[in-house]
Each structure stands twice: as structure tokens, then as C-alpha cells.
């Protein structure tokens, strides 16, 4: 098998036709797979999928129980995938299929490139918030952790065996996938596309769920977070400790008496908050080492079909 494509799905059912029918012509003269994982969808996205399975033998499908998020849809994918080169696209149209056979037929003539990336060209669509949030979140995280990210990059690539292998043994469960692609190492190039409008349906990342996404990238990739309340909390005790030699010396020298209770109310308050923050950014990472332990499956597979092993 030459290549398989990855397509999570969740709530896709204005579009699963669509792609199919542009993928299946783009790829037609080549040796390939169509790995579907219908994520937990509550509309009619399965049946779509069972309707293209049924009339195709390219096409093979993974259906959850219940929704575990794109990063688990695309472990499940990679793991049932044979292909030599895999290729992960979203199922809404906005990735052109186009960029499949670009990126391919670079991977081919360049044996020292592992994986490529397609990086967003156009951002102008998003909202502005959006776009903000985006920016900062790159900023902060290639300056906390030596994962570094490329601004833009999407899921939409494609990588050799030996990249998906690596992805594959990292069997983590609070999974950020764009941090795995970056952390494994390997010869990534970045190609660049025109994202297109969706085709059906809206986005599944709410700004909500963006900042969520966000959060968990930071701290899968970096610990200095937790370092930071020793940092902040030596300052401040150099700060308070200047400022008590200052009044001493205001009393003795001045002889002057010490107003007191809005400031001290205010160093009170300022020092709480701060001490609820930091018990905060413990409490994340330990709720991390929380589910780890606990080694919950990624996803649970209700129906699978098309792939050889599976009777
Ligand atoms: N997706 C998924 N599970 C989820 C959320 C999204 O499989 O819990 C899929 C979704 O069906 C789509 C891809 O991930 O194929 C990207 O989602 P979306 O288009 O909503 O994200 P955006 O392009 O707005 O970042
Ligand atoms: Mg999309």
C-alpha cells in the first residue's frame, strides 16, 4: 500500500460525500486507503460513511463509542493504517485535496524529508480573537519549551513510516498532536495552502475550546510554569523585605508613624490571589499525572470495518 489518508470525523455529514468524491478522483490512479473515523458523531456521519464503504474498497472506517477528540481519531487511524506514506486531512473541505498529490510526489523524490507540513496561508477569515489568541499562544510556547511550533502549521501533512511510528509509540492521553509532530524530531518541510471556506456545517473548535487546546499544549511541552511561583515569589520577598527596611528606617530616623491597613490589605489580597494561582498551575499538572496513571484507552472502537485483520 502506498499511501493512507486519515480523516477524522465528528459531525461531518454535509461533507463526507463531498470529500470523498474529490479524494477518490485526486487519487485515483494510485495504490491507496481511505481510513474514516467517524469520532463519536451525534448527526449522521456514520451512515454516510457506511454508504461510500459500501460502494468502495478503498474506503475502511473506525467508529467511536462516543466523542474522544481529533488528536485520539487520528491515533486510531494511524494505528490501523498499512500505507507507506500517510497523509492526515480534515473532513470539511477546507484542506484541498490537491495538496495530497504535491505532497507525495515531494516525499517521493526527496528521500531525506520525513514529513511535511502544510502551513495556512490566509488567516484573514478568523476572527480577530482568534487570530490574537493564535499568535500569543505560539509566542508563549516556543518560549517555554524547546518543542518548537510553527505558526500555521496544520494537521494537514504527510509522513513516512518511520515518523508514524514514532507518533505511534507515543501513547500519552492527554494528547496535543501538533506538540507530537514537532517533538519526535525528523526532517519536516512546510509546504503552504490557501485554507478554503468549510464546505458544510461549523467548526468544532469554539474559542473555549481553543484556549482548553491551548492550555494543554503549554503544559504537555513545558514545566517552567510550575517554576515560576519560586521566581515571582523571591521577588516579591525581595521587594517586601526592602520595603521593611525602608519603614524601620522611616521610624527611626523620622520618627514617623506607619499608616497601615490598605496597604496591608492590599499586599494580602495580591499575595493570595497570587498563591491561588500557583496552587492552580500544580493542580493542572497534577490532574495530568492523574489521568496518565489512570491509562484509560485513548478511544474505544464501537464498529470497524475494511481493514484485513477485522473479521
Ligand atoms: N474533529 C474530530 N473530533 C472532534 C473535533 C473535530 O474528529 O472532537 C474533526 C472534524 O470533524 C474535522 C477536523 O477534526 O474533520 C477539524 O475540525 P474543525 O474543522 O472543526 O476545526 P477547524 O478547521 O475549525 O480548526
Ligand atoms: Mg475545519
Redesign the pocket.
Known amino acids: 500500500m502506498l499511501l493512507s489518508v486519515i480523516?477524522?470525523?465528528?459531525?461531518?455529514e454535509g461533507?463526507i460525500i463531498e470529500l470523498n468524491k474529490k479524494l477518490t478522483n485526486t487519487l485515483k490512479d494510485l495504490e491507496y486507503e481511505l481510513i474514516y473515523?467517524?469520532?463519536?458523531?451525534t448527526d449522521t456521519?456514520l451512515n454516510k460513511i457506511k454508504q461510500i464503504y459500501e460502494k468502495d474498497e478503498h474506503i475502511k472506517y473506525i467508529s467511536f463509542s462516543k466523542?474522544?477528540?481529533?488528536?485520539?481519531?487520528?491515533y486510531a487511524g494511524l494505528k490501523k493504517s498499512s500505507g507507506e506514506y500517510t497523509c492526515i486531512?480534515?473532513?470539511?473541505l477546507?484542506q484541498n485535496p490537491k495538496y495530497i498529490i504535491s505532497m507525495l510526489n515531494h516525499l517521493k523524490t526527496h528521500e531525506n524529508t520525513d514529513q511535511i507540513a502544510m502551513v495556512m496561508k490566509n488567516r484573514d477569515k478568523e476572527k480577530l480573537i482568534t487570530r490574537l489568541l493564535k499568535k500569543n499562544f505560539y509566542k508563549i510556547i516556543n518560549k517555554l519549551s524547546d518543542t518548537k511550533l510553527i505558526d500555521g502549521a496544520?494537521?494537514f501533512r504527510m509522513f513516512n513510516k518511520s515518523v508514524k511510528n514514532a507518533i505511534l509509540e507515543l501513547s500519552e492521553k492527554n494528547r496535543f498532536t501538533k506538540g507530537i509532530f514537532s517533538w519526535i524530531g525528523f526532517n519536516t518541510e512546510y509546504m503552504y495552502y490557501n485554507?478554503e471556506k468549510?464546505f458544510s456545517?461549523?467548526?468544532?473548535?469554539n474559542t473555549r475550546?481553543?484556549i482548553k487546546y491551548a492550555l494543554t499544549g503549554i503544559t504537555n511541552y513545558s514545566i517552567k510554569p510550575l517554576q515560576l511561583s519560586t521566581i515571582i515569589g523571591s521577588i516579591i520577598s525581595l521587594l517586601a523585605l526592602i520595603y521593611i527596611i525602608i519603614t524601620i528606617l522611616e521610624v527611626i530616623i523620622f520618627g514617623k508613624s506607619v499608616p497601615g491597613y490598605a496597604s496591608l490589605l492590599i499586599v494580602s489580597l495580591f499575595l493570595g490571589g497570587l498563591q491561588l494561582i500557583f496552587i492552580g498551575i500544580l493542580g493542572t499538572y497534577l490532574g495530568k499525572t492523574y489521568t496518565e496513571t489512570k491509562n484509560r484507552p485513548l478511544y474505544i472502537e464501537k464498529e470497524t470495518k475494511g481493514f484485513d485483520d477485522i473479521l
Do not use: H, L, M, W
Not at 466523542?67 to 487520528?74: E, P, S
Open positions: 480523516i477524522p470525523s465528528y459531525n461531518e461533507n473515523i467517524n469520532d463519536g458523531s456521519t466523542n474522544f477528540g481529533k488528536d485520539a481519531a487520528i486531512i480534515d473532513s470539511d477546507q496544520s494537521d485554507v468549510r456545517g461549523t467548526t468544532k473548535f475550546k481553543q
